[in-house]
């Protein structure tokens, strides 16, 4: 009877053993290792969490010039300045609006599906220190403020166009494939190290595959775009 009773004891006690390390082995990863390894899922959050704690991620950067031009007449005279003006865009992706729903396994294809947040445009930080401005005016520009005014013409006009350029078929089209080549190699390189040598991600915008062509523009303000270049190249001393 007695050692009927210890036996049942040592069974219960090892059955309670083998539940705590398996609930251990849930919470360290062993049990992972134990019973086939890690999920594709698991790992696919894990380095979404990750990729939410960048928070941006600037995917393309692109360098444009715009070539502006203004006139003006007054009492029988006339004024021309015209800008040359080069300016840096940036191409981002808010990483925090990653959700969990946004990205999904599917066992049968072995692919991961990713839906991005719509790519934004941040910009232009212009260049002073390389733009050049020509012009002729003579009496005009002697006499009145026909400089000061078409310079300053010019140069919201030149900010506006580098906008434009930036915001091109071709241009998104290039941010895009950087965007989803970042992403589709931040998820497929962790599900590869983890064994799933099978795996494809496949990353995507809400609009692709319609004539929609939506994007955040987070671009500066004409005055804040000169005001923070004038910093910068009195930063540097010029």
Not at 14 to 40: E, H, Q, W, Y
Not at 134 to 141: F, S
Not at 212 to 228: G, M, V
Request: net charge neutral; proline share 5%; charged share 25%.
């Amino acid at each position: 009877m007695d050692s009927r009773l210890s036996k049942l004891l040592v069974i219960a006690m090892i059955a309670v053993a083998l539940v705590l390390g398996v609930l251990f082995g849930v919470a360290s990863g062993v049990a992972d290792r134990i019973f086939g390894g890690p999920k594709p899922e698991t790992i696919a959050e894990a380095s979404l969490e990750s990729m939410r704690a960048q928070n941006r991620l600037i995917a393309f950067v692109a360098r444009y010039v715009s070539v502006t031009s203004s006139h003006t007449s007054r009492f029988g005279f006339s004024a021309e300045r015209t800008l040359i003006l080069p300016g840096d865009v940036r191409y981002e992706l808010d990483l925090s609006k990653l959700q969990p729903n946004d990205v999904k396994w599917d066992a049968a294809s072995k692919t991961l599906s990713v839906k991005l947040p719509e790519i934004e445009v941040a910009g232009p930080d212009v260049d002073l220190n390389s733009a050049r401005e020509y012009g002729e005016g003579g009496v005009l520009t002697a006499l009145t403020n026909a400089e000061q005014s078409l310079d300053q013409a010019n140069r919201a006009a030149a900010v506006a166009d580098l906008r434009k350029q930036a915001s091109a078929e071709v241009p998104m089209r290039l941010a895009r494939q950087a965007a989803r080549a970042a992403i589709e190699r931040s998820f497929v390189m962790p599900l590869k190290a983890a064994g799933f040598d099978n795996a494809k991600v496949v990353a995507r915008f809400p609009t692709e595959g319609t004539d929609d062509p939506s994007y955040l523009d987070l671009s500066t303000p004409y005055e804040d775009a000169i005001k923070e270049a004038e910093r910068r190249r009195a930063a540097q001393g010029q």
